[in-house]
């Protein structure tokens, strides 16, 4: 069985080994791969794994040895799944793997936006900490979570990881999905549409998936609606969010501030609005990448694989 990696630098850049899944057969690894070089590099693979290089359906069409793809992340549609099911390819994600450090990475953003504490250290290192005529100041006030309202769009793992956070922050916690399960066991807490969670909430953190119906669904209207103190957090998919309407409300004050890991063409490009927006704190799509995560996603990716060759795969998206 030839296995072929096309983009595995991110996952391993060098302190996360493949040993184990090249137990399971000859492997390649690529730690990147253009578009140009997808056929070649894995056109007599059985299996490949991916993370962000789109196997549509053209390129896939074009593979014919390929019956697996396992894809290292949780989210998929980078691969045309309905042209991969056609193909008889079977099609694996990873579920769960950087729960923890994903809604670790949603209060990192929130409480820089709060604290400002680069900011802050910034200006004791250049002396006005030295020079200051009293034994504390601030560039920016404090804002303290106890008391406020967190609403979290999309209530998966991740989602409901960050409402247990926010509940120990002292924050009331309202969450909107489309398939809504269990309540949590903490209070307050309740359920609420999009439009009420943005009209409503302190804080606004996004964790559903893209889907074909919602790219761009936090559009200038829904932003329009929010607080004028409110933050807004995304740590899902830059596609999300109409990043021009975010800048230009941001920039008008419109709301406090936002807190930003992923945006709609990544890398990202020098003509992003949001770079020269106000209040904004951008991080270059690293939530999930703590070494405890991209351990438990190998793992995983071990795991699929080795299920597909048995003939019982597991984590089938298609």
Request: a negative charge; aromatic letters at 6%.
């Amino acid at each position: 069985m030839r296995i072929v990696v096309l983009d595995g630098y991110m996952l391993n850049p060098g302190d996360n080994p493949w040993d184990e899944l090249a137990e399971l057969g000859e492997l390649t690894v690529y730690d990147r791969t253009p578009a140009e070089l997808i056929l070649p590099r894995a056109g007599d693979a059985d299996v490949v794994l991916v993370n962000k290089v789109p196997l549509t359906a053209g390129t896939l069409a074009q593979l014919p040895r390929l019956r697996f793809v396992s894809v290292l992340a949780t989210g998929y549609n980078m691969v045309d799944v309905a042209a991969a099911r056609q193909r008889g390819v079977v099609v694996s994600n990873v579920p769960e793997y950087g729960t923890d450090s994903v809604a670790q990475h949603v209060f990192a953003l929130l409480l820089e936006l709060c604290h400002r504490v680069g900011a802050h250290d910034g200006a004791v290192i250049a002396g006005e900490w030295v020079d200051a005529p009293d034994f504390c100041f601030w560039k920016t006030p404090p804002i303290e979570l106890a008391g406020l309202t967190i609403g979290i769009v999309g209530f998966g793992r991740i989602g409901r990881r960050v409402g247990e956070i926010a509940h120990a922050f002292g924050m009331a916690v309202m969450a909107a999905d489309c398939s809504a399960g269990a309540e949590p066991g903490y209070q307050p807490f309740t359920w609420a549409d999009i439009p009420t969670v943005f009209a409503t909430a302190d804080v606004v953190s996004l964790h559903c998936p893209l889907t074909d119906t919602n790219a761009h669904f936090v559009d200038r209207q829904l932003l329009s609606h929010m607080k004028a103190s409110a933050i807004l957090i995304n740590t899902a998919r830059g596609q999300l969010v109409d990043e021009r309407a975010l800048a230009d409300a941001l920039t008008a004050g419109q709301l406090a501030g936002a807190g930003l890991d992923v945006v709609e063409v990544e890398p990202m490009r020098p003509d992003n609005p949001l770079l020269h927006a106000r209040n904004r704190i951008i991080t270059p799509h690293m939530a999930w990448a703590s070494l405890a995560a991209r351990r438990r996603l190998t793992a995983a990716t071990v795991a699929n694989v080795k299920a597909f060759r048995s003939g019982h795969p597991m984590n089938v998206v298609n």
